[in-house]
């Protein structure tokens, strides 16, 4: 979900108009505490699927239904971090989104 989304859809529940800046200070809390993760490429927020501990994410977009699957792919991170420590890099987050067609659509074909 985009901020805008979000911004239109407390409109409409509330009967009251949030302030962009209000979403966005929220949506930075949320991702503060683990519980979204941001998806750059598509400018939209997605709920965590395991906000029980801070980790970074891997996102698989379907670029079809826009489905997110997450994964914290582990060996992953730890080949970037490797990459990283190889030229002195300081990572602070390691969002890795990969776009392709989720299960049902691959099925589905195109
Ligand atoms: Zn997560
Ligand atoms: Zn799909």
Do not use: W
């Not at 582990?74 to 490797?82: E, P, Q, T």
């Amino acid at each position: 979900m985009g901020a805008y989304d979000l911004l239109s859809r407390l409109g409409a529940e509330r009967k009251t108009r949030a302030a962009p800046p209000t979403v966005y200070r929220a949506l930075d809390f949320l991702m503060e505490q683990g519980l979204i993760h941001r998806i750059n490429s598509l400018n939209a927020y997605i709920a965590c699927f395991g906000p029980h501990r801070p980790h970074d994410a891997c996102l698989f977009i379907c670029e079809r239904c826009r489905t997110v699957e997450e994964s914290e792919a582990f060996a992953l991170r730890r080949a970037i971090n490797a990459q990283a420590g190889d030229r002195g890099f300081h990572v602070t987050g390691q969002t890795i989104e990969v776009t392709g067609l989720c299960r049902a659509c691959a099925v589905a074909g195109i």
